[in-house]
C-alpha cells in the first residue's frame, strides 16, 4: 500500500471574527500515525478537516504528497472535480459514523466505488464484502444502519473508507459518540490499519490510544498547535504548562 | 330529500368526479415538479436568483387562488397566453401548489443530516451524484407526510376551477343545482365524492410512508 504524507504549514482559519486556526505547522509523515490531542474546542477537528479540505483553510498551505488541496495556487480555489480527485485518496471517518440511512452496510460501501471509481455494481458489492469482512462484520452485509450497534455502524464507515483504497485516514473523533463497551471494536480495527502502514491522523479523546498506537502526537489549544513530539514525550513527559494542565484535568476525570 | 334525481343526472355527476380526479392528479403532481426544481435551484443556485424566487413564492402564497385564477384566464390572453378552461386550470393549480411544495422539499433536504452530505463529498462523489443517491432519497422520505397533506389540500382547491367552467363535479353541482333547485342532495354527493377521494389519498399515503420509512427508524426493543 501507498502511503501519503502531509505537510501542513502557517495555516490559518477565520470564522467571521473568531481565529480557529493560528499560524499552524505539523508534518505528518507516511505510514505513520499522528494524534491530535487537546481540550474541545481548540481546532483540532477543523484543521483534520481543513486536510480533505472539508474545510476551506484561509491562508497556509496544505500539501498531500506535495500537491496542494484546495488551491490551484494560494488565494484561488481549484476545480470541483481536481478536488474530488484529491479527495479519492483520503478516506474519512466521522464522530457520527454519518451511514446512509437508506442503504445496507454493503450498500454504503459500494455506493462510492461504484460513483466514484466506476466500478459495475457486482465487482463494488464484492469488494465491500471484503472491506466488511475485514472489519469483522461479514455476517451484517444487509442490515441497515438501524439494525447495527454504534460500533457496527462505525466499523461500516471505516470499511466505507478503506474500500475506496485511500492513502491516508482521517478519523475524526472515531469513539466519541460510542456507549464504553464499544470503544473497544472501532480501536481494534483501527490498530490493524495502523499495523499494515496506513497513514492516518486521528482526532482523540482516546489516551491509551494515543499512546499505543501514535507515533507521533500533537496537542492543539485555543487554534495554536502547541507541542509536537512522541507519544511518551508528549503524555508522560510534557514539558509545556498548557499540555500538564490538560493531562491534569484528564488524570483527576479518569481517575476512581 | 329526494335522491331520484340522480337517475338523471348520476352520469354528469361521475364525468365531473372524473375531471375533479384528472385536475387534482395532473395538478399535484406538475405542481410537486415545480416545487421540486424550485427548492434544488433555491439550494444550489446563487443568492439572486433565490432572491427572484423568494419574490415568486411570497406572492403565490400571498393571493388567493380564485384571484391567481381570474387573473390567468382572463388576463393571460392580454400578453397572448390563449388557454381552454382546462388547461387554463392545469396551469393554474400547478402554480399556485408549486411554492407550497417548495417549502415542504426545502425542509425535507434541510431534514437530511449535513454530515450524510459531507460523507459523500468527502469520499469524492460530485454534486449531481449526491443530490440523486443522497439528498433526493432522504429529503423526499422526510418530505413525504407534508406532501401528501398538502396533496390532499389541493383536492379541495380543485372546486374553483368551475368558475372559469372547468366541467369537474362542483360545476356539474352547481349546473344540477340551479336546474333542480335540489342544493342540499347536490353538495352533499359533492362531499361524499370529495371524502372518498381524500380518504383514498390518505390511506394510500399512510402505506407509502411506512414503506419508505422501514428501514429509517432504530429498531426499539
Known sequence: ?256 | MDFAIFEQYGPSLLRGFGVTVLCWLLGTVFGMALGLVIALIQRYAPRWVGWIIQIYIEVIRGTPFLVQLFVLYYGGPLIGLRLDALPAGLLGLTIYGSPYFAEIFRSGFRAVPHGQIEAARAIGMAEPAIIRRILLPLGLVSSLPALVNFSIILTKETVILSIITVPELMYQVSRMSTETFRYLEANLVLALFFWALVETISRIGHRLEARVTKHLIEERT
Open chain 1, 1 to 256: 500500500m501507498q502511503a501519503s504524507s502531509v505537510e501542513i504549514s502557517k495555516v490559518n482559519k477565520f470564522y467571521g471574527p473568531f481565529h480557529a486556526l493560528k499560524d499552524v505547522d505539523l508534518s505528518i509523515p507516511p505510514g505513520k500515525v499522528t494524534c491530535l490531542i487537546g481540550p474541545s474546542g481548540s481546532g483540532k477537528s477543523t484543521l483534520l478537516r481543513c486536510i480533505n479540505f472539508l474545510e476551506a483553510y484561509d491562508s497556509g498551505e496544505i500539501r498531500i504528497d506535495g500537491d496542494l488541496i484546495g488551491y490551484e495556487v494560494p488565494g484561488k480555489r481549484m476545480s470541483g472535480r481536481r478536488l474530488r480527485e484529491m479527495r479519492r485518496g483520503i478516506g474519512m471517518v466521522f464522530q457520527q459514523f454519518n451511514l446512509w440511512p437508506h442503504m445496507t452496510a454493503r450498500e454504503n460501501v459500494a455506493e462510492g466505488l461504484i460513483r466514484v471509481r466506476g466500478m459495475s455494481k457486482s465487482e463494488a458489492e464484492s469488494r465491500a464484502g471484503e472491506a466488511l469482512t475485514k472489519v469483522g462484520l461479514a455476517d451484517k452485509m444487509s442490515n441497515h444502519p438501524s439494525r447495527l450497534s454504534g460500533g457496527q455502524q462505525q466499523r461500516v464507515a471505516i470499511a466505507r473508507a478503506i474500500a475506496m483504497e485511500p492513502r491516508l485516514m482521517l478519523f475524526d473523533e472515531p469513539t466519541s459518540a460510542l456507549d464504553p463497551e464499544l470503544v473497544g471494536e472501532v480501536l481494534n480495527v483501527m490498530k490493524t490499519l495502523a499495523s499494515e502502514g496506513m497513514t492516518m491522523v486521528v482526532v482523540t479523546h482516546e489516551m491509551g490510544f494515543a499512546a499505543h498506537v501514535a507515533d507521533q502526537v500533537a496537542f492543539m489549544e485555543k487554534g495554536e498547535l502547541v507541542g509536537v513530539d512522541s507519544p511518551d514525550r508528549i503524555l508522560h513527559q510534557p514539558q509545556d504548562p498548557r499540555i500538564q494542565a490538560f493531562l491534569r484535568t484528564y488524570h483527576e476525570r479518569n481517575s476512581i
